[in-house]
């Protein structure tokens, strides 16, 4: 089955690193996603994975993959206000079309 | 990435009307749509399925004959609301998917919209 944990809040402080976490449970064909959304509006891709790769950068956000314990983060570097932001985890499995299923939201605050 | 629209953004409307969602895909062809429902500060909730130019695929508890959904070409799904109640208002928001061997795993979401039943 599919069941996405992430944790719910995250303060950080302008400037420095944010990390957030997720757990997913499917270890098959997996792809497995970051979304963020802003205040009223929907879903911006930010990156993702599949499931065969441990890291992936792309400027400011670092994905990293632990297989092992199906542990994923994504970390913002140099994090600024206008990441302030709820980031959704989701993953999307081979056997069930890649349809999503996401985790309940981090919201993270940036505080100056 | 790819982009995605919505219309209406929002839309106000009396028990007891029906209301459409547009949703399109503006660069790319999608053959495969989902439309999310989403309370405030919740998750998606994933409502339906739809694929072009079949019959959409609803999750288990969403009412077909309530929400009615068509994907009459690879840019274009709709989603009507009908006969609405109060409880019917949310965030609704679509997304698509697009084809070939990258674009099949990159699901581009639209902006939402927010419909309130009076």
């Known amino acids: 089955g599919e069941d996405v944990e992430q944790s719910l809040f995250l303060s950080v402080r302008e400037g420095d690193s944010s990390v957030i976490n997720c757990t997913y449970t499917?270890?098959?064909?997996?792809?497995l996603y970051w979304y963020k959304q802003e205040p009223g509006a929907g879903l911006q891709l930010l990156t993702y994975i599949f499931s065969n790769m441990d890291m992936k950068q792309d400027q400011r956000l670092t994905v990293l993959l632990n297989k092992k314990d199906k542990h994923l983060s994504l970390r913002i570097a140099d994090t600024q206000t206008g990441d302030s932001a709820i980031y959704f985890c989701a993953e999307g499995v081979r056997a069930n079309d890649y349809k999503l299923s996401f985790g309940a939201g981090t919201t993270v605050t940036v505080r100056a | 990435g790819a982009v995605v629209s919505q219309h209406p953004s929002r839309v106000i409307c009396k028990s007891g009307t029906s209301v459409k969602i547009e949703c399109r895909s503006l660069d790319f062809q999608a053959t495969t749509m989902f439309w999310y429902r989403q309370f405030p500060k919740q998750s998606l909730m994933l409502m339906a399925t739809?694929?072009?130019?079949?019959?959409?695929?609803?999750e288990q508890g969403v009412e077909k004959d309530k929400f009615l959904i068509n994907h009459a070409s690879l840019t274009l799904s709709t989603l009507t609301v009908t006969s609405a109640h109060p409880e019917d208002s949310s965030f609704y928001i679509c997304?698509?998917?697009?084809?070939?061997?990258?674009?099949?795993?990159?699901?581009?979401f639209g902006p939402g919209t927010r419909l309130t039943v009076t």
């Open positions: 499917d270890s098959s064909s997996t792809y």
């Open positions: 739809s694929n072009e130019g079949s019959k959409a695929t609803y």
């Open positions: 997304s698509a998917r697009g084809t070939g061997t990258s674009g099949t795993y990159e699901q581009y």
